[in-house]
C-alpha cells in the first residue's frame, strides 16, 4: 500500500503539490480559481507568487481533480503540481487526492502542502483518495507498478489532523481489503479461503474473535439455505462469525453480508455474460467483514458482529433444485422457484441466527442481491431498504458523508402477499412483483423481533467500476466499508434508533 505520511515539516522535496481552490460566481475568467497559500515551508519566498502566476495562464478552473504540472529544471523544487480541490468539501479534496496519485505515478515521493486553516475533514478525504485512488490489484508478476512509494502531508500542526489521519488510513485499508477479497479469482476464492483471510486480517487485534462454522456443524444446527446453496459444490459452505467486543460498548450491531464466492445460477444457470463477473458476489460479506476488522482497529466504542454466509452456487447433481423447499435456520421455510435467487437463502438462514442467538440492538445486510437495483438506481448507488425512519436516513448519511451513495425505498406492503406458497412459508423468489422490493421483504420476514431495527441494502451494481472514477479503480469497489465506519461511531453518541 503506498507509503502516506503527515508532517510539519517535510524537508526539500523534488516534487511539491499546491491545492487550487475554485473561485465560484467570478465573472472574470482568469479568476476563476485560486492558489490556497502552503503554510511557512522551507522553499523559496516567492515559490508561492510563481504558483499563483500559474493558475490564470493554466487556465485552472479549481474543479475537484483538475491537475497542472509545471518544471522547473533549475529551481529547488524541481516540480510544481497544483490540483484542484473544488469548493473544499471533504469528496473535493478525496477527488484531488486520487487525482494526484495518478498524475504522479512516476514520481517516487511528493509532497502537499496544505494551507494553515484547512479543517480535519479535508485531510481524512485527500488522505483516503489518495489510497484509494492508488489501489492496483494483479495476481501476476508481469507489468510495471508505478513508482510512487510515499505522499507526504505537510500542515503546520500534525497533531490536530492526527485523529482524521488514522482514521483515514485505516478505513482506506480496510476497503482495499474489501477490494482485495472480491477481486480475487474464484479458481482461489472458496469458502474456507474466504475464512482464513479474515483470520489473517484479524491477527493482532485484541477483542476481536473469530468462528468459522463447518459444513457438519451447519448441517447439526440447521442452516438449510446455506446448505442448499453450497451442496453443489465440492467446496463446502462456510459460516464466518466475526466478533469485535469492545469492554466500553452500550450498543450491539450485527452486520449480515452475502458471501456467494461464485454464482453460476445453479441449474437456473446464468448466461455467460452474466456470470463472468460473478466472483463478486461475495462483496457484502467482504464489506462487514472489513468493517469490523476497521472497527476493531480504530477502537470503535460500539460492539460487532459480522456474519458472512459463505456458499459457492454450483451445477451438479447435489445442487438444489427450482421447486425445492429449504427449511432454515429457525424452522421457516421457503420454495425456491430460481436457483439463481440464491443470495437470500443464505441471508434469511444469518439473520435468522443474528435474532435468535446474538439479540444485537441493530441488525443490518449488505448483499449483491439484484440487478433491479441497477435499473432502478445505476451504479453508483444502493438501495436501502427499512421500517425504520431513523436509521435509514443515519445509513444515507453515512454513505453520503463517506463518498458511496444509498437511496432508501419503499417495503411495499402490498408485495407481501407475493410471498405466499402453497408449499413452504414463502415462495423465495415469486414471479411477480418488484424484484429488489419484494428480495427485502423476503428477508424481512427472516428478522423476528429486530423487523423495525433491520437495514437491508442492495448493492449490487456499485460493488464494482467498469472504470477508475475519482477514488474509485476498476474492478472491485469495496462499497460498504466507507459506509459502516462512517455510521458505527455514530451510534456510540446516539441512542438506538426506535
Not at 330 to 353: H, I, K, Q
Not at 441 to 452: I, K, P, Q, S
Given at each position: 500500500m503506498l507509503d502516506i505520511r503527515l508532517v510539519g515539516d517535510p524537508g526539500q522535496c523534488d516534487t511539491l503539490v499546491l491545492p487550487v481552490r475554485g473561485v465560484a460566481a467570478d465573472p472574470d475568467p482568469d479568476t476563476r480559481a485560486e492558489l490556497l497559500p502552503p503554510a511557512a515551508l522551507p522553499y523559496p519566498g516567492d515559490l508561492a507568487a510563481e504558483a499563483s502566476a500559474l493558475v490564470p495562464l493554466a487556465r485552472l478552473t479549481g474543479r475537484a481533480g483538475e491537475i497542472r504540472a509545471h518544471l522547473r529544471p533549475a529551481g529547488s523544487p524541481s516540480r510544481l503540481v497544483l490540483v484542484g480541490v473544488g469548493a473544499g468539501t471533504e469528496a473535493d479534496w478525496r477527488a484531488a487526492g486520487a487525482a494526484l496519485v495518478r498524475a504522479v505515478a512516476e514520481e517516487t515521493r511528493v509532497t502537499l502542502a496544505l494551507p494553515a486553516d484547512v479543517p480535519p475533514a479535508a485531510v481524512r478525504g485527500v488522505a483516503e483518495g489518495a489510497l484509494l485512488g492508488s489501489y492496483r490489484f494483479r495476481m501476476t508478476g508481469t507489468g510495471t507498478d508505478p513508482a510512487l512509494a510515499e505522499v507526504t502531508v505537510a500542515v503546520t500542526d500534525p497533531q490536530r489532523y492526527a485523529a482524521a489521519f488514522d482514521t483515514a488510513r485505516a478505513t482506506a485499508r480496510m476497503t482495499r481489503f474489501a477490494r482485495d477479497l472480491t477481486n480475487m479469482p474464484s479458481s482461489v476464492k472458496s469458502p474456507e479461503w474466504f475464512a482464513g483471510q479474515v483470520d489473517t486480517a484479524r491477527a493482532g487485534l485484541a477483542d476481536l474473535d473469530l468462528r468459522v462454522w463447518q459444513p457438519d456443524e451447519l448441517t447439526g444446527a440447521g442452516f438449510g439455505g446455506l446448505l442448499a446453496v453450497g451442496g453443489?459444490?465440492?467446496?463446502?459452505?462456510?459460516?464466518?462469525?466475526?466478533?469485535?467486543?469492545?469492554?466500553?460498548?452500550?450498543?450491539?450491531?450485527?452486520?449480515?453480508?452475502?458471501?456467494?464466492?461464485?454464482?453460476?445460477?445453479?441449474?437456473?444457470?446464468?448466461?455467460?455474460?452474466?456470470?463472468?463477473?460473478?466472483?463478486?458476489?461475495?462483496?457484502?460479506?467482504?464489506?462487514?467483514?472489513?468493517?469490523?476488522?476497521?472497527?476493531?482497529?480504530?477502537?470503535?466504542?460500539?460492539?460487532?458482529?459480522?456474519?458472512?454466509?459463505?456458499?459457492?452456487?454450483?451445477?451438479?447433481?447435489?445442487?438444489?433444485?427450482?421447486?425445492?423447499?429449504?427449511?432454515?435456520?429457525?424452522?421457516?421455510?421457503?420454495?425456491?422457484?430460481?436457483?439463481?435467487?440464491?443470495?437470500?437463502?443464505?441471508?434469511?438462514?444469518?439473520?435468522?441466527?443474528?435474532?435468535?442467538?446474538?439479540?444485537?440492538?441493530?441488525?443490518?445486510?449488505?448483499?449483491?442481491?439484484?440487478?433491479?437495483?441497477?435499473?432502478?438506481?445505476?451504479?453508483?448507488?444502493?438501495?436501502?431498504?427499512?421500517?425504520?425512519?431513523?436509521?435509514?436516513?443515519?445509513?444515507?448519511?453515512?454513505?453520503?458523508?463517506?463518498?458511496?451513495?444509498?437511496?432508501?425505498?419503499?417495503?411495499?406492503?402490498?408485495?407481501?402477499?407475493?410471498?405466499?406458497?402453497?408449499?413452504?412459508?414463502?415462495?423465495?423468489?415469486?414471479?411477480?412483483?418488484?424484484?429488489?422490493?419484494?428480495?427485502?421483504?423476503?428477508?424481512?420476514?427472516?428478522?423476528?423481533?429486530?423487523?423495525?431495527?433491520?437495514?437491508?441494502?442492495?448493492?449490487?451494481?456499485?460493488?464494482?467500476?467498469?472504470?477508475?472514477?475519482?477514488?474509485?479503480?476498476?474492478?472491485?469497489?469495496?462499497?460498504?466499508?466507507?459506509?459502516?465506519?462512517?455510521?458505527?461511531?455514530?451510534?456510540?453518541?446516539?441512542?438506538?434508533?426506535?
Open positions: 453443489g459444490s465440492a467446496r463446502g459452505p462456510r459460516l464466518v462469525e466475526l466478533s469485535w467486543r469492545p469492554a466500553d460498548a452500550t450498543r450491539h450491531v450485527v452486520l449480515v453480508g452475502k458471501g456467494i464466492t461464485f454464482d453460476t445460477g445453479g441449474i437456473s444457470i446464468k448466461p455467460v455474460p452474466a456470470m463472468k463477473l460473478m466472483r463478486k458476489d461475495m462483496a457484502g460479506a467482504a464489506a462487514v467483514v472489513a468493517a469490523t476488522v476497521g472497527a476493531a482497529a480504530l477502537r470503535l466504542p460500539v460492539r460487532v458482529t459480522a456474519l458472512a454466509p459463505l456458499a459457492e452456487n454450483m451445477v451438479s447433481g447435489s445442487a438444489f433444485r427450482p421447486g425445492d423447499v429449504v427449511r432454515h435456520y429457525g424452522g421457516s421455510t421457503s420454495e425456491t422457484t430460481n436457483s439463481d435467487a440464491e443470495g437470500r437463502l443464505v441471508l434469511a438462514d444469518a439473520l435468522a441466527y443474528a435474532v435468535d442467538r446474538l439479540a444485537p440492538d441493530l441488525l443490518v445486510d449488505l448483499a449483491t442481491l439484484t440487478g433491479a437495483n441497477a435499473v432502478a438506481l445505476g451504479s453508483r448507488t444502493a438501495a436501502l431498504y427499512s421500517d425504520n425512519d431513523e436509521l435509514a436516513a443515519a445509513l444515507v448519511d453515512a454513505a453520503a458523508e463517506a463518498g458511496e451513495s444509498a437511496w432508501r425505498m419503499p417495503l411495499v406492503g402490498d408485495y407481501v402477499e407475493y410471498l405466499g406458497s402453497d408449499l413452504a412459508d414463502y415462495f423465495s423468489a415469486p414471479a411477480r412483483g418488484a424484484g429488489s422490493v419484494v428480495a427485502a421483504l423476503f428477508l424481512r420476514e427472516f428478522t423476528g423481533d429486530l423487523r423495525d431495527r433491520w437495514a437491508h441494502l442492495d448493492m449490487s451494481a456499485p460493488s464494482w467500476a467498469s472504470a477508475a472514477d475519482r477514488e474509485l479503480t476498476a474492478g472491485a469497489t469495496g462499497w460498504g466499508v466507507r459506509t459502516l465506519l462512517r455510521w458505527l461511531p455514530t451510534l456510540a453518541q446516539a441512542a438506538t434508533p426506535s
